[in-house]
């Protein structure tokens, strides 16, 4: 168990309509960071958010948005959403102020669009 | 962000040393080098990190030459429990910007 919690874990929906993933970090993690999984395929950074203040930007597309709350938890939300965003996400936080930088990962949500 | 190369697949048996290669020509002084394991359907799972020389933890071995141009993960005696994609990242740890996953080595264990 990473310490990060995603939910939901399985989510499916129609194309066009739109789904919010939450993801609460590690107790005193300050660092949360999305992540898009397609089928077999690499992990692709999407965003990252830092003590509530957007740090660095991936591959994220515009109908896409997150934001991180002022108790750290954060959410993805996805819109108009088309049968490629099928997918897992994942959420990671870190520590910045840890030994190595390592992300820990949550389980995923992993949405249908049908 | 230091740009990642590693072998697509990579096959081994059981109770054989695999060696993983990942070169990144355009390492920065201030990069580490960090590897993950992912099962499927799993988030990543951090197993080593390393700045020059060879770092051992419980679990794997990461040896990088004076150049630091590339690194080998060294798994001893891989099981069948090894078999997953292994991740080799190259970044700023203490900038948490470690943030680029490559396409991976997706290595199988056999019997």
């Known amino acids: 168990d990473s310490g990060v919690t995603q939910t939901p874990k399985h989510l499916i929906t129609a194309t066009g309509q739109r789904v919010t993933l939450r993801c609460s970090p590690r107790s005193g993690d300050l660092s949360v960071y999305w992540y898009q999984q397609s089928l077999d395929q690499g992990l692709q950074f999407l965003i990252q958010y830092y003590n509530g203040e957007e740090r660095a930007k991936g591959n994220i597309l515009e109908r896409f948005s997150a934001q991180q709350f002022p108790d750290l938890h954060s959410e993805l939300n996805l819109s108009s959403l088309e049968l490629g965003d099928s997918a897992l996400y994942f959420c990671?936080?870190?520590?910045?102020?840890?030994?190595?930088?390592?992300?820990?990962f949550g389980e995923g949500s992993r949405l249908t669009v049908l | 962000l230091a740009k990642t190369t590693q072998p697509i697949s990579m096959d081994s048996y059981e109770g054989q040393e695999v060696n993983i290669t990942c070169s990144h020509n355009?390492?920065?002084?201030?990069?580490?080098i960090t590897w993950y394991q992912q099962f499927p359907s799993q988030g990543p799972r951090f197993i080593i990190q390393g700045y020059k020389t060879k770092v051992t933890n419980e679990v794997a071995s990461l040896f990088i030459p004076a150049d630091r141009k590339s690194s080998t993960l060294s798994l001893p005696r891989v099981s069948l429990s090894d078999t997953a994609v292994y991740y080799c990242l190259v970044g700023e740890y203490n900038a948490g910007n470690m943030l680029t996953f490559g396409g991976g080595t997706r290595l199988m264990v056999k019997p």
């Open positions: 990671a936080s870190s520590d910045p102020g840890g030994l190595t930088g390592e992300l820990f």
């Open positions: 355009n390492i920065a002084t201030n990069d580490y």
